[in-house]
């Protein structure tokens, strides 16, 4: 079974809702600042519909983003420190035992 694209009916490409809701969410901006930005780019919404993107694919989107971040944070093993050796010093001298 494939998986319906949530942007299916849209007219407005995914990478433009993407772009607004990140520049929303992401930055402290409002909704108008987001659209000025954006019809700096050549793209023409409103701030109404920026503001149903962010409703409507907000939660979406921040799971994408949760998941993400779990996932490359599993990549990476956690650091492990070993000491093979110790340098202690006794009545002025140094001693060295070997851990291993």
Not at 17 to 24: D, E, F, G, T
Not at 28 to 41: A, F, K, Q, T, W
Not at 47 to 54: D, G, K
Not at 75 to 81: D, E, K, T, V
Request: glycine content about 4%; hydrophobic content about 40%.
């Amino acid at each position: 079974m494939t998986k319906r694209s949530p942007f299916k009916y849209f007219k407005t490409s995914p990478e433009i809702i993407r772009l607004a809701v990140m520049l929303y969410v992401r930055f402290p901006l409002s909704l108008r600042n987001v659209e000025d930005l954006l019809h700096e780019r050549g793209i023409d919404v409103s701030h109404e519909t920026i503001r149903f993107w962010w409703n409507r694919f907000g939660p979406m989107l921040a799971s994408e983003n949760r998941r993400r971040r779990v996932q490359q944070l599993r990549a990476f093993s956690p650091w492990q420190w070993h000491v093979d050796e110790v340098f202690v010093k006794i009545n002025g001298g140094y001693c060295q035992r070997n851990l291993s």
